[in-house]
């Protein structure tokens, strides 16, 4: 089992920039990779990025790619999402979670962060 603690999340004009962190403890959190997901209201959960165990592969969904930036610090169990650039259809709860092969989320979800962008 993974604990999974979402904070950084706020309100921001278009535009701007938030980093979001998860801190993670339980497992050995460094054997994970580890993901970023959103929900926006009357939405399914969506992949948004994803960082291998080592931080040295990335990926991201084709709506934030450019614009985000996912990395990880295994020695204090945190992965971190940069946002630049946000947009208002950024606006969601986002979470994090370790996910299986295919980037599948293990559903070990935190209460995540809300981020709202104002227009």
């Known amino acids: 089992q993974v604990q999974l603690v979402e904070s950084g999340g706020g309100l921001v004009q278009a535009g701007g920039s938030l980093r979001l962190s998860c801190a993670a403890s339980?497992?050995?959190?460094?054997?994970?990779?580890m993901g970023w997901f959103r929900q926006a209201p009357g939405k399914e959960r969506e992949f948004v990025a994803g960082?291998?165990?080592?931080?040295?592969?990335?990926n991201y969904a084709a709506s934030v790619k450019g614009r985000f930036t996912i990395s990880r610090d295994n020695a204090k169990n945190t992965v971190y999402l940069q946002m630049n650039s946000l947009k208002p259809e950024d606006t969601a709860v986002y979470y994090c979670?370790?996910?299986?092969?295919?980037?599948?989320?293990?559903?070990?979800w935190g209460q995540g962060t809300q981020v709202t962008v104002s227009s």
């Open positions: 979670d370790a996910l299986r092969v295919g980037l599948v989320p293990y559903g070990y």
């Open positions: 339980g497992r050995t959190f460094s054997n994970y990779v």
């Open positions: 960082v291998s165990w080592s931080g040295s592969r990335t």
